[in-house]
């Protein structure tokens, strides 16, 4: 199975940048698809980003288009996401997440595997 980790949460002013990773465990991580989700307080988790087994495709939420970037590292068993441009209200937290298919999922019940989650706060 495969094991995650997030980490690089933190809080940043409006317009500022943050770089999340997530570090996996496990011999099969280019097997898995990744996705970044995030759930802000009284609202449910909503896709943010999701990047094929070699990192070829992403797909992104209209809410991130242009601000955000998936990528990956596999050799280095490394899921990231780099955050610029950053509003209020992307104030959450911030799960990633692993998937055995190499399709774009952008509902959580397709992914196997979670991270416990990172806080990013964005104050205005």
């Known amino acids: 199975q495969v094991q995650l980790v997030e980490s690089g949460g933190g809080l940043v002013q409006a317009g500022g940048s943050l770089r999340l990773s997530c570090a996996a465990s496990?011999?099969?991580?280019?097997?898995?698809?990744m996705g970044w989700f995030r759930q802000a307080p009284g609202k449910e988790r909503e896709f943010v980003a999701w990047i094929s087994w070699g990192g070829g495709t992403t797909d992104y939420a209209d809410s991130v288009k242009g601000r955000f970037t998936i990528a990956r590292d596999n050799a280095k068993n490394t899921l990231y996401l780099q955050m610029n441009s950053l509003k209020p209200e992307d104030t959450a937290v911030y799960y990633c997440a692993a998937c055995s298919s190499n399709y774009v999922r952008k509902d959580s019940y397709n992914y196997d595997y979670w991270g416990q989650g990172t806080q990013v706060t964005v104050s205005s």
């Open positions: 496990g011999r099969t991580f280019s097997r898995y698809s």
